[in-house]
Every structure is written in C-alpha cells, then in structure tokens.
C-alpha cells in the first residue's frame, strides 16, 4: 500500500479531533494546553505532508519547522501564564478564572 | 522711513502694566512654595499694580516733556516687523492727538487704580466692597485695560490698532461683570446688574467691531504696495502712515464700488459705525447708562474718562485723517447726530433719578459736542473738539468719583432720597459742586473752554446748516445747568434727613483722586495752552488736508 | 485809542480772589479755630486792596491823556486762528466807573457784613463767596473780550446761585438760587449767539460763507504785531477784543459790510444786538426773564444789596453800554432795548405797589431803576445810563442794606404790616432810609434827581429809535414808572418807619431761619434794636454818598460843570456822530425838569397820605373790597401778573414732560431695539440649539446608542470559557465547510 496524502490528513484529522476534544472536555489548564499542542501538529502534519506532495517542497517544510519553534515558544508562554494563574487562584481549573466576564 | 524721534519709550510705556501683570502672576505662581497668605498676596497685588500705574504715569510725563508740539509728524516712533507673513508691523508713534489722550490716559488710570484700594480712610465694612474682592484679578485686568487703551491711541498699523483695540473689550466685560452690582430686579421688572451690562457692552461694541474689521481687511486688500520698515516690499500694507498718504493719492477713491456705492463711503461708514458706537453716538448708547451704573466706580471713571475717547480718537484719526474726502461729504450727518446726542442727551439726564445714570447720559450731550465740532470743519471747532474729550476726560471722571463716594457710603444713588446733604458732608457737597458746575460748562473751568470753542467753530462753518445746528443746539446749556443744579438741590440742600447721619466726608483715598482732577480742571479752564499747545499744529494740520489745501 | 501797560490791573479781581481761597479752602477750619475775626480780616481788606489799586489805576488812566486805557496781557486764553481771546485786562473810563463803584460799595458792604452775618455758623462761607462774586464781577468789567467778559458774566451768575441759596436748608431758598441761575443761563445762551454772529459777522462775508484764506495769514501777522499793546496798523480780520470790534466798525468799507449782512431776512447787526439784550435782560432782570429776581431777595441781605442791586445786575447796563459802538447801528435794536426798559420799568413798578415784603418791593424797585438805565442806554445816552448805574448803586445799596438794618432789629421780620414805629428805635437807619428814598424818588439835588431827569430828558429828545414818536412815548411810560417809584418808596418807608411799632413778640415766631436764630441773642428780648456800628457806619457813607453822587453829573441847563459827561466822552464820542437828538427849547427842559419834580412829590404825598403812621384807612380798605374787579385786578397785580405760574405752565411743565417723555424713549424704544436685537439672538440661539439638541445630534447620539446596544447584547458571548469558544469554533468552521459544499 502505497501512503499517499489522504492517509496523512486522515491521521492529521485524528490528531485534530483529539486536541478538539481535549480542550473541549478538560478543565485543567495544562491539559487543554496539551491539546491545543495536538491540533498544532496537526497543522504542522499537514503542512509537512502537503509539501511532501508538492513540486517545490521546500516552503512546507520550513513552516513546518517555523510551527514547531512556534508551538515550543507558545508553550513556555502557556505554561508562564499557568502558572501565574495558579498563583492568583491557587487552581489550575480554566472555568475558575473568569473574572472578566461580565 | 524717518521720524522726528524714534525711541522704544512708547513701547515701554504700552507695556509697564503687562510688566505689572507679570509680577502679579508670579506672585500668584509662587504662592504654594512660599505659603503667602491671602491678605498678603491681595496687599502685594495692589502694591504692584499701583507702581505699575506711576510708573506709566512717570514715562507719560517724559513723553510729554520730549514732545514737539510744532511738528505734525509722529513722534517717539518704535517701528519693526511683527508677523512677516500677513505684512503686519509692530508700529507705534505719537502725534499732538495720540499723545494728548495717551496723557489722559496714563492719570486718569492712576486716579482709577487709587480709586480701587481700600487704602488711605474708611470703608464701610458691613458691606462688601469691590476692592476687596479677587483682588490679583481685579489688577490683573486693570492692567490689561490700561495696556489695550495705550495700544490703541499709539498703534500707527491698522491691525496693530484692531488688536489693541479689541484688548480693551475683553478686561472691561470682566471688569464690570464679576466686579460690578449683583444682578437684580428693577421696579419696572427689567433685570438689570453687572453681567447683564458687561455682555450688553462686550456684544454692542463687539458688533461694531466686527464691521470695522470688515472694513480693515477691504482696506487692506484695495491698497497699493507697500515696503516694510526693512525695506521689503509688499502687495498690501496696514501701516497707517502709508494708508493715509495712499488714501492722498487716490488709490482708494478710485476702488471699485461695494454694492452699488463708493468705496470709501462703505468704508467710512462701517469704520464710522465702529467709533460712533463706542462715542456713543446716538442712538448706539444705550449701552452707556447700563455699563456707567453697574461698573464699580473705578472703572466708571476709567469707562467715561478714557474709553469714550478711543471711540472719538478712532473718528478722528481714521474718518478724518485717512478719509479727508468722504468727511466733508457726512460733515453734515455727522453734526446733526451731534446736535442730537447734545439735545437727547441733556433731556433725558432730566428725567433721571440715579446719580450714575445722570452722569451717564450728560457723558452722551458731552461727547455731542466732539461730533459737533469735528463736523464743523473749522480749527476752533476741531480744536474743541479735542479740547472737550480732554476736558471730560477729566471732569466725568470727577463725577463718578463722586456719585462712587456716596454709593460706598449710602450703598443708594437715588437723587431724591437725599437731602440737605451740604450740612453734614461739606467737603463732598464742595467737590461735587465743583464738578457739576465744570461739567455744566462754567466759564473759567475746563468744560467752558471745549464748548465755547465748539460753538464759535460751527458757527463759523462753510456751511450755514451749522449756524442752525448750533442755535438748536444751545439751549442745551440751560438744560445742563437745570439738571445739575436741580441734582445738587435734590441731594444738598433744604432740610438734612436723619437716617444719612452716619456717612462721613471725604477720606484720603477720595481726596487724593478728586483733588488732582479738580486742580486740572480750574487749571485748564484759565490756562487751556498745554493742551492747545500739543494738539493744535497736528489738528490744523488735518484740517488743511481735510480742506485740501495742502 | 492809546493803550498803557499797566502792570497793577491784575491785581484788582486778583485780591478778592485770594479771599475767596482763603475763606473757601480753609475758611471752616479758621471759623472754628480762631474765630470770626480771621476769616472777615483778610476777606473784608482784600475787596479794598482792590479799590486802593483801582483809585490809582484810575488816577494814572486820568492824568495820562484823553483817549487811553489801561491794558494788561496776562497769557493767552483761547487764542488761535482768528479767535483772539485772551487773558487781558482793559481799564477805560468806563470800567474804571464800574470798578470804582464796585469796588467801593462792594468793599463797604463786606464791612456790613461783619455785622449782619456775625454768629452765622457758615460765616466763612459767606465771605468766601462774597470775594468770590468781586473777583468775578471785577473780570467782568475788566475783561478786555467778549469771552473773558463772560466768564465774569457767568462767575457772577454763579456767586449769586451760591448765595441766594445761602441758607439752602430752606428748600424754597435753594430752589430761588437754582431759578436764578437757570433763568441767567437762557440769557447767557442769547448772549454767546449774540457773540458769535458779531465775530463771525465781523468777516463781512459771512452769508457766503466762504472765509478768505489769504486776509486771515494776514491778520494773524498783524495781530502778532499789535500784542505789546500798540495799536495801530491793519484792521483784523474778525476779532472778539471790544476795542478791535469798534475799532473795525469805525472802518466804513468794514461797517458797511458788517451791516449789509443779514441771516433769515433779518439784518445782522440787529439780530446780534437783540440775542446780546437777550443776555443783558436776563443778567438785569427785564422783561421777560426778570422773574429770578425778586425771588432772589432769599438770599442775605447784604448779598441782595450788592449783586441784586448795586453791581451784578447792573452788568447788562454796562454791556449795552460797553457794546454802544454795535447798538448805534441799529435803530431796531436800540429800540427793543429802550422798549423793554420802560416796559420793564412800569411794569415792576406797579408791582411794587402792592408788595408787603420790604425786600420785594425793593427788588421790584432794582427791576424798575434798570428799566430806567435801559431806556437811557436804548436811546443813545450812554453816559446817562451808566450814570443812573451809579448813582442806583448808592442809592439802593443804602436802601437794601437799610432794610437789612430794619430786618434784623426786628429778629428777621421782613412784613412791613409788622413793622412800624422804627424811626425812633433805629435813628440811623431811618434817616439814611429816608434820604435814599428821596434820592430814588428824584427829588431834586438828590443824586437820583439828576440821573433820572437826564434819562427822561434824553428819551424825550431822542432820535435814534425806529420810530419818531417813540421817545415821547418811553418818556410817558418812564414819567408814570417814577410816579410810582415815589409812590411805593416812601410807602415802605412810612410803613416801615412812622407810627407804632406793630411786631412784638408775637411776630416772634414768624421767621423761617432756624440757623439764624443766634441773632436774637443780641435783641433787647423782642423790641427792635439799632445795629452795630459796622452797619450804620456804611449805611451814613451810602446815604452820604447817595445825596451827593449826583453833583458829578450835574445838568447843562444849570450852567454847571458835568465831570461825568466830560469823563465817558472818549468812550463814547465817536459813537455820539451817529446819534440824533432833537433840538428843543431850553423852556421845555426847563418845563420837563419841573414835571418831574411834581411827580417825585406827588408819589411822596400820596404815600405820606395813604401810609404816615398807618392812620389812613383807604389802603385797608382797598384790600379788603367787596369789589370784584378791584380785589381781582389788585391780586392779580400783588401775584405778580402771575408771571411765574405762566412760565411754569408754558415752559418748566413742558420741559419736563418732553423729558420725562424722551427718557421712556430711551428706555423702551432705543433701548428697548437693543434689548430687542439680544432677544432675537437668544431665540434664535435657542431653536438652533433645539435643532442642534435633537437633531445633529441626536443622529450622532443615534450611533453611539447602537454600538452600546449591539456591544451590550455581544458581550454575553464572552463567556470566559474556553470550552465554549472551542465549539463555536468548530462548529463554524462545520458550517464554512458545509457552507462550501452548498455553493458547489
């Protein structure tokens, strides 16, 4: 069987669902991080597999790499900002922190 | 150009009382560093707007030393670029007209400031008193005044005259509104009191203004080129000498016409409308009474005494000097609106039964006699005519001294509730004699020789309508003395009433101001040649323009 | 004309001056520091200062030649162009008249003075004004131009306001000082029209109107010329100096250019003197505008006898007179003055026949003895007036100071009803009284005899007028004004003087004057007093003087010598060409003189019938008629005509309606425009501001409010919840994908 695109969006549309579901079913802030770190790579799989199938590869695979970083930077800033809700809250619960709604 | 003298000494002058204000507001700015109290910074204030006042009045004696009365050409002229882009210049200088009322000027404010301090005698304290009142304003805004009055009468830029003039308006209507009477409701239902007047005065004046700067900048736009003091050479020019000399020339009589009629008639007309409001010509003057009765006393004196003179000044020097042609052709409108202000004037003074309101209306048949003889178009008239603003310049400010004397002391000014007066209060009563029977034209006082002269001059006019102006005109003479001699009976003489038993006579402060001004009165009625010395080659020089002999 | 330098002139009205300083500026502080002495001291000198300077003034003018003055040119006044007012002095033979007389008895009755007013409380004042009325009188008949003239003229119109109103806490008093004034100052307003037509006339092409530029640099070199008191060289132009006007019209291209002119049809010269006798007759009291001046007795009697009788109101006798050169060149005036005297004559007269008040009959009297020196003057005799002017002066002044006398012996009683019975208590008084009266009346070798019998000759004889046969009227007129002058003087003096004294202490109360009360410390407890000796000595030299003033003017019938003829001749000579008199027999002056004689005595007889002490009973009678007509025209003559009512009616009410009328004007129609012109403004300012409010700015109000409500309503999708905004962002990226399948 030869693996051609379809296979990789499948596998990225599965890593989408999760991170979805993840962040749409957890409460704690880490954990719905953690899926928001899965639906990034599911972007970044498809850029990857998009540019596997693409005439001029080269551009996919540097985004690619540029969404890594990205999510990497992204997370220390999450995790910074975790923290300092744990802080003000003592709870890591998102729902918790919703001081600014109305 | 050359002058007789240049000299920065009029600018100084002009400006000694910004230097005042200046002081003022850094007295004011340290005040939370040095932890001045209140009292102190009103005594300071007053201290500093008081040397502002002598010191102008000391450099108005040094011009008045160095001035050349024979010459008819500006004098002490300061004289450079102001705002290059427009071709305005910063040109100030005095002729035998300027510098008489610009010494009128600097005494009659400095009578004025001593009239504002409670120094020097007795105030009634169960009543509250202007001077006393948001002091450092009150001297800030004197100051200003006295600078837009001096600007005015030196200014030789037509903007630089617009300005000053326009910076007279803004202290008075401060002056009168927050310093004047308390708004109140007269018996007739009318609401009257200081602000009431202030803005009357600032919106009638400020709508003759408007037309006049109407007529600046067509005069502007419609002259010829000029050059600047540099030498830089312009389309347009507000320099006045240059207007003047263009207006000889003809550059303005041969403008196109503004809806149908002359140039220069349109621009008489509307400058005309300007001054005569401020004259107050009838009838523009109702303005007077209101702003007369609810000014505190000192700036009656200097409303009566100064300001009715730039309007006057303004006729003067712009309707007559700048548009000779056009004067001979309103000569005589302009008399007969004379005539009517002298008649109108002195009848409804008849009627009156609030001193300051009396005083106010005889200031509207006074100044009648200016037009009169302006319009005469004779030396001895132009020559009364100058004569009779300097001469009640210094008698109306003598009157409303007065009738503030028995206001600070009655806190009424009702002629008929008083009585028998001369008893109790002599030296008062002598004094207002005095000025009542300067003001009625005595011979021998200061009044007679401004009225004689404008009754010769128009009867000696070219034109016979003078001849009948004048006998209408006279029995104004007997009108005047029927109401003043009708007020001093009404408040002096027959039987004392009691309850006036607690005001007193003159005070210091009261003396200090109404002395001087009555010692120049009886002065200038036997000795009238310092000032005939100063303005008459200036005057006979624009009469010899006027009648196109030279 | 010769003109001498003479430096001393100024001293004259200077020292009364320096008086009325005095007494003015610090005279209350003094009163009540030193006392009365230091303030009637230096006042009372300085008036003879004055006349010691005048006497030699006079000397020098007299010994220097026959046609001089004196002149002194102090500074220039109102001086430019061809007005030359200046502040000059002029002594010719006819002021030095007038300032010897006013000099002399104004000085003798400041003396009078002394007593009359001692212990008033504003006794300095009184002497401040007094010197102040000689300064100005004194200007007045020094001054050398129409304008310095007037300032004398008003200075005296003033001093006499000042002190008719002397004791101005009587209201009544106060308003007769104001009526005074007001009434001198319409005179005053005829008389500056009357100047200005003389000087503008005096250009000779005044109805043209053009004024010759090249004759006026002329003139103005020449007058440069002629200031250090030559004169000579070219004529001025115009000129308001008295001597340069009369020396233009004695030139006959220059009078007849004057006297060709005329304005509104009437001729020049004759307008202007009539508008100058409008002047004259309200500073002299004639018809019409006399009414001030018996009213004007409210004043001090001392002042009554100096201003309204002796000096002020004699200046109008002396403007014609000073002004004859203008007057002789027209008949009509000349006549209008004449006329007006005598009318005014008569007329006062009969008035005061029927007066009770001792000075009103006497201030009628002064009106009536004016008429008399206005018809001298009006027919051409000059010297004539001016020599009833003085001899008036002692003669009146001595009657007035007199009743002065009797008014404060009997504790300020001024009813002759309650008089009576004086002759034996006041001596002095009685007897000047009485030689005064028959001075008046014209009894022979009394001083008036001589001036009133030239006066009634000169009107007879007279050939100036308009009309020929008006002299013998005006001598009819004036005869019948003497009867009655007769008539009613020695009225007042037997009423006042013969029988029993009918005041007592009942009269007590009568007088007004609380702040004179002080005068009744010196009265033997109500009984009239003979007055100090200040007062009966000037009443002896008055009386001296009014018996014997006459013999300088003695009449040509007798043969005699008249100094004063020969004196004013310079003055007046070359103005007596111009005039005519009719030549008539030397029998019917003789004739006349004894007519006049009879009618003296028959005034006097009558009065000694009807009035010596108060015995006749006709008079009380006549008051007390049934008789309508008789009570009706008694009263009406006894209210004066009713003048005064007349004038308040036609003129006062009148002015003060248009004024009170003019004021509503002002105040709701020219005001009321203006008022109106804000109100416009401020509606206006309103609906636009209404416009504004709801409409502008409510459409940018309208946007603000949807953005509120729209922000308002969104806000609720803020949730906070992460959860939530994860489904509606799949669920819209659901429905884009959904979206995307419908559109293809």
């Known amino acids: 069987m030869i693996i051609g695109l379809p296979h990789y969006l499948v596998v990225s549309g599965i890593l989408l669902a999760l991170g979805l579901f993840t962040i749409s079913t957890r409460r704690n802030a880490v954990a719905m991080l953690m899926g928001v770190e899965l639906i990034l790579n599911a972007g970044i799989l498809n850029l990857v597999a998009f540019s596997r199938f693409n005439p001029n590869p080269v551009g996919g695979q540097v985004f690619g790499i540029f969404g890594i970083v990205l999510a990497a930077s992204e997370a220390v800033v999450a995790l910074a900002i975790v923290l300092q809700l744990y802080r003000a809250f003592r709870s890591v619960d998102a729902s918790e922190s919703a001081e600014m709604k109305e | 150009m050359v002058y007789a003298t240049n000299s920065t000494l009029l600018t100084w002058l002009i400006f000694t009382p910004v230097l005042g204000i200046g002081a003022i507001l850094a007295l004011l700015a340290l005040r939370p560093v040095a932890k001045f109290s209140q009292e102190m910074i009103d005594q300071a204030s007053r201290a500093i707007g008081l040397t502002a006042t002598i010191i102008a009045s000391l450099l108005g004696i040094v011009l008045w030393r160095g ?256 548009l000779p042609d056009v004067l001979t052709w309103a000569a005589v409108a302009i008399g007969v609106l004379g005539v009517i202000n002298i008649m109108y004037g002195a009848f409804v003074c008849l009627a009156q039964k609030d001193l300051k309101k009396l ?115 006279i029995p104004a003479v007997i009108l005047t003395a029927g109401y003043y001699l009708w007020t001093m009976q009404r408040m002096f003489l027959g039987s004392f009433k009691e309850k006036w038993s607690h005001i007193w006579d003159l005070t210091w402060r009261e003396r200090m101001t109404l002395y001087p001004l009555a010692i120049v009165t009886v002065i200038l009625g036997f000795w009238p040649a310092p000032v005939f010395d100063l303005v008459n080659t200036t005057l006979f020089h624009l009469l010899s323009i006027v009648k196109g002999g030279v | 004309m010769k003109l001498i330098h003479f430096s001393g002139l100024f001293l004259i009205p200077l020292f009364p001056l320096i008086g009325a300083f005095y007494a003015g500026a610090f005279g209350l502080k003094i009163h009540r520091r030193f006392g009365e002495k230091a303030i ?126 002397f004791w101005y806490t009587d209201v009544e008093k106060a308003k007769a000082g104001m009526k005074a004034f007001v009434v001198n100052r319409i005179g005053d307003a005829g008389f500056s029209l009357g100047l200005f037509l003389v000087f503008w006339g005096l250009f000779g092409v005044w109805t043209h109107g053009e004024i010759n530029a090249a004759t006026h640099h002329e003139t103005a070199a020449v007058e440069a010329e002629s200031h250090d008191g030559e004169h000579g060289g070219a004529l001025s132009v115009t000129s308001v100096k008295f001597r340069e006007v009369e020396r233009i019209l004695h030139d006959p291209a220059r009078r007849e250019a004057f006297t060709s002119q005329h304005w509104g049809g009437v001729s020049l010269v004759t307008l202007a003197c009539i508008l100058l006798f409008v002047g004259a007759t309200g500073k002299s009291a004639q018809i019409p505008l006399y009414v001030w001046l018996p009213d004007a007795m409210a004043g001090p009697t001392p002042v009554s006898a100096l201003i309204h009788a002796a000096t002020m109101v004699t200046a109008g006798v002396y403007m014609v007179a000073r002004l004859h050169f203008l007057f002789a060149l027209s008949p009509v005036a000349m006549s209008v003055v ?249 029998s019917l002056e003789w004739g006349l003189m004894a007519f006049s004689i009879v009618v003296a005595f028959t005034g006097f007889f009558a009065a000694r019938w009807l009035y010596r002490n108060n015995t006749n009973p006709i008079p009380g009678k006549l008051v007390n008629t049934d008789n309508k007509l008789i009570r009706g025209v008694h009263q009406f003559v006894f209210r004066k005509y009713m003048v005064d009512e007349a004038y308040q009616v036609a003129i006062i009410d009148n002015t003060i309606y248009t004024a009170k009328g003019l004021s509503w004007f002002d105040k709701w129609i020219v005001d009321g425009i203006v008022n109106l012109c804000g109100l416009i403004g401020r509606t206006m300012g309103m609906i636009q501001g209404f416009i504004d409010r709801v409409f502008v700015d409510g459409l940018v109000n309208l946007v603000a409010e949807a953005i509120l409500f729209g922000g308002r309503h969104l806000r609720k999708v803020q949730t906070g919840r992460i959860q939530s905004y994860v489904y509606a962002l799949v669920g819209g990226a659901l429905a884009v994908v959904v979206f995307m399948y419908a559109i293809t």
């Open chain 3, 338 to 586: 004449a006329t007006t005297g005598a009318a005014t004559a008569l007329f006062a007269a009969t008035i005061g026949l029927f007066q009770y008040d001792i000075k009103k009959v006497l201030a009628y009297s002064t009106v009536s003895q004016l008429g008399f020196m206005f018809v001298a003057v009006g027919v051409g005799a000059y010297w004539v007036g001016i020599f009833h002017l003085m001899t008036h002066a002692f003669f009146k002044a001595c009657l007035f100071l007199g009743s002065g006398s009797v008014i404060m012996g009997c504790h300020h009683e001024q009813d002759m009803r309650k008089m009576g019975g004086l002759r034996k208590l006041m001596p002095i008084t009685a007897i000047t009284y009485l030689l005064s009266c028959c001075a008046i009346a014209g009894f022979p070798f009394f001083s008036g005899f001589f001036s009133k019998d030239e006066i009634l000759w000169k009107a007879f004889t007279t050939g100036n007028l308009a009309f020929n046969t008006q002299g013998f009227w005006l001598w009819m007129i004036a005869a019948v004004a003497a009867l009655c002058t007769s008539f009613y003087m020695f009225r007042s003096y037997y009423m006042t003087f013969s029988g029993e004294y009918r005041g007592g202490h009942a009269a007590h109360g009568h007088d007004g004057h609380d702040d004179h009360d002080a005068h009744d410390a010196h009265g033997h407890s109500g009984a009239p007093h003979e007055s100090p000796v200040t007062m009966t000595a000037v009443l002896s030299v008055l009386a001296f003087m009014a018996v014997v003033g006459g013999y300088i003017g003695l009449p040509h019938l007798w043969h005699m010598p008249n100094f004063f003829e020969a004196w004013l001749e310079p003055i007046f000579e070359h103005t007596e060409h111009a005039l005519h008199w009719a030549h008539k027999p030397l």
């Open chain 2, 359 to 473: 005083i106010a209306y005889s200031s509207v048949s006074h100044m009648g006699f200016c037009l009169l003889g302006l319009a005469a178009l004779t030396p001895q008239g132009l020559s009364g005519c100058v004569f009779q603003m300097v001469s009640h310049g210094v008698i109306s400010p003598m009157l409303f001294l007065v009738a503030g004397v028995i206001y600070d002391r009655a806190h009424t000014r009702d002629i008929e509730g008083f009585g028998g007066l001369a008893t109790h209060v002599p030296e008062y009563a002598a004094m207002t004699g005095l000025a009542f029977m300067a003001s009625l034209g005595l011979p021998g006082l200061a009044g007679f020789v401004g009225e004689v002269l404008v009754w010769i001059g128009g009867f000696g006019s070219t034109d016979t309508t003078f001849r009948w102006l004048v006998v209408v005109a």
């Open chain 3, 40 to 165: 009637h001291f230096p006042t009372v000198i300085l008036p003879w200062c004055s006349f010691v300077v005048a006497v030699a003034a006079v000397i020098r003018l007299a010994t220097s030649g026959h046609e001089t003055a004196l002149v002194q040119h102090l500074w220039q006044w109102l001086h430019f162009e061809s007005l030359d007012a200046d502040l000059a002095f002029q002594m010719d033979r006819l002021s030095a008249v007038m300032v010897l007389v006013v000099t002399f008895v104004g000085s003798l009755i400041h003396v009078y003075s002394i007593g009359y007013m001692h212990d008033d409380p504003s006794y300095w004042r009184f002497f401040s004004y007094l010197n102040l009325f000689m300064f100005s009188m004194l200007t007045l008949v020094l001054a050398d131009n129409f304008l310095l003239m007037f300032v004398g003229w008003e200075g005296v119109g003033l001093c006499s306001y000042l002190l008719i109103s």
């Open chain 2, 67 to 322: 001035f050349d009365g024979g010459s008819t050409g500006l004098q002490f002229v300061h004289h450079f670029v102001w705002i290059r882009d427009f071709n305005i210049e910063f040109f100030v200088g005095v002729d035998g007209l300027s510098i008489s009322m610009v010494i009128l000027t600097v005494f009659v404010f400095l009578a004025a400031m001593i009239a504002s301090l409670p120094w020097f005698g007795k105030l009634d304290d169960h009543h509250p008193h202007f001077s006393k009142k948001r002091v450092p304003g009150y001297m800030i805004l004197f100051l200003l005044l006295e600078t837009g009055v001096l600007g005015t009468f030196c200014a030789q830029d037509f903007f630089l005259f617009y300005v000053f003039w326009e910076l007279m308006l803004l202290p008075m209507y401060f002056l009168i509104g927050i310093w004047g009477a308390p708004t109140r409701t007269e018996s007739d239902g009318r609401v009257r009191g200081g602000p009431y007047a202030a803005i009357k005065f600032f919106l009638y004046t400020l709508a003759g203004s408007v037309v006049m700067l109407l007529a600046l900048i067509a005069v502007y736009y419609t002259s010829g080129p000029s050059k600047l003091i540099d030498g830089t050479v312009t389309a347009h020019t507000f320099n006045i000498v240059n207007l003047i000399e263009m207006s000889r020339a003809g550059v303005f009589a041969a403008a196109a016409p503004i809806l149908g009629m002359q140039f220069t008639k349109v621009i008489f007309v509307a400058l005309f409308l300007g001054f005569s409001i401020k004259v107050p010509m009838f009838p523009f003057h109702t303005w007077l009474p209101d702003a007369h009765v609810d000014a505190p006393t000192p700036i009656s004196v200097i409303l009566a005494g100064i300001l009715l003179k730039t309007g006057m000044y303004g006729i003067l020097r712009f309707n007559m000097q700048f």
